[in-house]
C-alpha cells in the first residue's frame, strides 16, 4: 500500500522567512512524487515534481528515498505562496495517485 | 486548450439517493481520474478510466461506478448515497501515453447528502 503523510495542517511564517513543508511516504516500489498547490479560488495543479528537477516560483524539492521524503522548500516566502499544498504519490502503473493530507501555508506580512 | 470541466458545481441530495456527477478531460487527453476530498482532507483516488475501461480502483465500494465515453469524457455514479458521501469530488485528465505528464484538475462537484 501507498502512504503520503504531511504532519502539518497548518503553517504559519512572516514573509521573508524560510519555508520547509513536509512530505514522508511510503512505498514499495519506486516513487514518483509531486507536489500540487491550490490558491484561494482556484483548482488545484501541479507546483513541481521530483523528475524535473526543476524550481517553481522559487520552490524546491528533493527527494530523500533514505528518509522517504520529498520536502518542499523555499528559501523567502512571499505572500503569494499562502495556499494549500498537497504532497502526492503517483505508484508505478501510473493510474493511482495518493495525496497527503495537505497543508495550510500562511505567509504573513 | 481547453480545460478539464465538470458539472453540476454544486448538487444536493438525500440518503438513499443516486447520483451522476460529469467530466469532460482536457483536451489532448485520453484519461480521466476521480478523487473524493472530504472537509480537511487531501484527496482520495476512486477510480482511472482508459479507453472506455476502468483501469484501476482505489478503496471504494462497488457503489461508486463510472462511464467513459469515446470523446474520452466521463461519469462518477454514485447509488444509495450516505452522509458519508458529502465531499468535493474532483476529477483530473492526462494522457496515458505520456507517463512524464501530471494529472490536469477540474473546479470539482460539491455534493451534500441530507
Known amino acids: 500500500a501507498q502512504r503520503v503523510t504531511q504532519p502539518e495542517k497548518l503553517l504559519s511564517v512572516f514573509k521573508g522567512a524560510p519555508v520547509e513543508l513536509k512530505c514522508n511516504y511510503s512505498?514499495?516500489?519506486?516513487?514518483?512524487l509531486f507536489w500540487y498547490v491550490q490558491y484561494s479560488r482556484q483548482r488545484l495543479q501541479l507546483l513541481l515534481r521530483?523528475?524535473s528537477r526543476e524550481s517553481i516560483k522559487g520552490f524546491t524539492a528533493d527527494l530523500n528515498k533514505g528518509e522517504t521524503s520529498f520536502h518542499l522548500k523555499k528559501p523567502f516566502a512571499q505572500e503569494e505562496d499562502s495556499a494549500m499544498y498537497y504532497c502526492a504519490l503517483l505508484n508505478n502503473a501510473g493510474n493511482m495517485l495518493t495525496f497527503g493530507g495537505g497543508t495550510r501555508l500562511m505567509v504573513k506580512p | 486548450e481547453t480545460g478539464v470541466t465538470q458539472s453540476p458545481t454544486h448538487l444536493i441530495k438525500t440518503r438513499g439517493q443516486q447520483v451522476t456527477l460529469r467530466c469532460s478531460s482536457q483536451s489532448g487527453h485520453n484519461t480521466v481520474s476521480w478523487y473524493q476530498q472530504a472537509l480537511g482532507q487531501g484527496p482520495q483516488f476512486i477510480f482511472q478510466?482508459?479507453?472506455?475501461?476502468?483501469?484501476g480502483r482505489g478503496n471504494f465500494p462497488p457503489r461508486f461506478s463510472g462511464l467513459q465515453f469515446p470523446n474520452y469524457s466521463s461519469e462518477l455514479n454514485v447509488n444509495a448515497l450516505e452522509l458519508d458521501d458529502s465531499a468535493l469530488y474532483l476529477c483530473a485528465s492526462s494522457l496515458k501515453e505520456n507517463l512524464n505528464q501530471p494529472q490536469h484538475f477540474g473546479d470539482g462537484t460539491r455534493l451534500s447528502i441530507l
Open positions: 521530483h523528475i
Open positions: 512505498y514499495s516500489g519506486s516513487p514518483e
Open positions: 478510466y482508459y479507453r472506455e475501461e476502468e483501469n
